[in-house]
């Protein structure tokens, strides 16, 4: 009678374990976060088989979604601006499913924020209950997401408002893969909670189709013969950096005088923008109804593998460099797993093999060794040295700046809106 009761004392404790991994908390999923569609799904299937645990991965809306083919049903016949008008339409609020994205609008900041925030008011509500007069140690609800892949702006801001946790470097042994260069950015000094794993540089993607002369200027962008068919990122600090660089600027540009010239040159190219976009802009510029794109070299890239007519270039003003970087939220409940995973990605071979996926530039000689040549080599993913001397790493804005980009960027998206056809009324409610 002894063998069956220890055979399933071992399955059961086969069942916790795998419980254990797959969950990393009683009602808690492994979650891993990316800015866009740069994690090879194909790596992820192979680190669930080799560790059993269980990865959800979610994507922001810097790329499309990796099913998502196309805005249009018909687009033979369409012109470029009639195309952006169509596709992109605002969507009135009984279109839109409220179960779709229950972050919609909120920046990872605030994502990650909302956990906390739940918690301390449940604290305080307990508390104030219990006539307690201090709320004492708060035990935080899970992270929503466990690991994060975000550029390295976003990293700053999380680090600074305590949202990620400390990495344990005896458990992410391959971050000794990085290149020195992209170790202690500005936004981690200390290289204590990230590993840079991608970066990109700043061009102009066009469509050589629907452009008959050479482009040659950031000025391009405000050139009157392409209204309607000019799309701008959706992202603050991308389409800041255009303007800087199109004044000749540091994307990193700190005085006030100059973050308020760029906002100014936003606001006089407004009428000539069909959209601010990230995820829809791919669409558009694959399917040939957009004509020029700010962005960076990864996502031109994947771009170009769809669509033989665009072309990407480095304008006279110069460029700058994007980063993305790995992290572990600080309130996860998978902590272990979670630099596991980041550990898992940043083997030489597995960056290698990511690379090819993102289609972003590697951080890491050894890995890049990996690629083959027409990777290794390829003069946008790696550029001659020249090209980048001197460009500046897009870093987090300072808490005094950051409180000017972000009214002035709400003022833009605002005045964006209100050109769509939508007017404020006099409570200040927007109504078509």
């Not at 990872?108 to 307990?126: G, N, P």
């Not at 923008?273 to 020029?292: C, G, P, T």
Request: aromatic share 8%.
């Amino acid at each position: 009678m002894r063998k069956p009761l220890q055979f399933s004392l071992l399955l059961c404790l086969t069942a916790l374990l795998c419980a254990c991994l797959t969950g990393c908390g009683e009602k808690h999923t492994f979650t891993v976060y990316a800015d866009g569609d740069y994690i090879s799904h194909t790596l992820i299937d192979a680190f669930t088989e080799e560790t059993g645990i269980e990865v959800t991965y979610v994507t922001g809306s810097r790329t499309p979604e990796a099913e998502e083919e196309t805005l249009f049903e018909d687009t033979s016949t369409q012109t470029a601006a009639s195309a952006i008008q169509e596709a992109l339409s605002p969507v009135s609020d009984d279109e839109k499913d409220p179960y779709d994205d229950p972050y919609n609008g909120m920046t990872l900041v605030e994502i990650l924020q909302s956990t906390r925030d739940t918690s301390i008011a449940e604290a305080e509500e307990k508390a104030a209950k219990n006539g307690d007069a201090s709320v004492g140690e708060i035990e935080y609800e899970a992270a929503v997401y466990d690991v994060i892949l975000t550029d390295g702006a976003t990293l700053g801001e999380l680090i600074e408002n305590d949202l990620l946790l400390e990495l344990d470097t005896s458990l992410v042994t391959n971050g000794d893969n990085i290149n020195e260069e992209y170790t202690g950015l500005d936004y981690d000094p200390d290289s204590r909670y990230t590993v840079t794993t991608m970066w990109g540089m700043l061009g102009l993607l066009w469509n050589t189709q629907l452009v008959e002369e050479q482009l040659t200027s950031w000025d391009d962008l405000w050139d009157e013969t392409y209204a309607g068919q000019i799309i701008m990122p959706d992202s603050l600090r991308d389409t800041l950096s255009v303007a800087l660089l199109s004044l000749e600027k540091y994307p990193n540009a700190t005085k006030e005088s100059t973050l308020n010239a760029a906002f100014d040159k936003l606001e006089e190219q407004q009428s000539l923008v069909a959209e601010y976009s990230n995820r829809d802009a791919f669409i558009l510029m694959q399917n040939d109804r957009a004509a020029l794109y700010p962005c960076f070299s990864g996502d031109a890239l994947s771009m170009m593998s769809e669509n033989a007519n665009l072309a990407f270039l480095i304008p006279s003003g110069g460029t700058c460099r994007i980063t993305f970087g790995y992290a572990v939220a600080a309130d996860s409940q998978c902590s272990e797993e979670a630099m596991e995973f980041i550990n898992y990605m940043c083997s030489a071979t597995n960056l290698a093999k990511n690379a090819v996926y993102s289609k972003y530039s590697l951080t890491s000689d050894t890995a890049i060794e990996k690629l083959d040549d027409y990777w290794s080599s390829n003069p946008v993913a790696y550029p001659d040295e020249s090209i980048l001397e001197g460009t500046q790493i897009i870093t987090t804005f300072s808490a005094e700046n950051r409180e000017l980009v972000n009214q002035r960027w709400t003022q833009l998206m605002g005045q964006s809106t209100d050109s769509d056809g939508e007017t404020e009324t006099e409570e200040g409610d927007a109504s078509t």
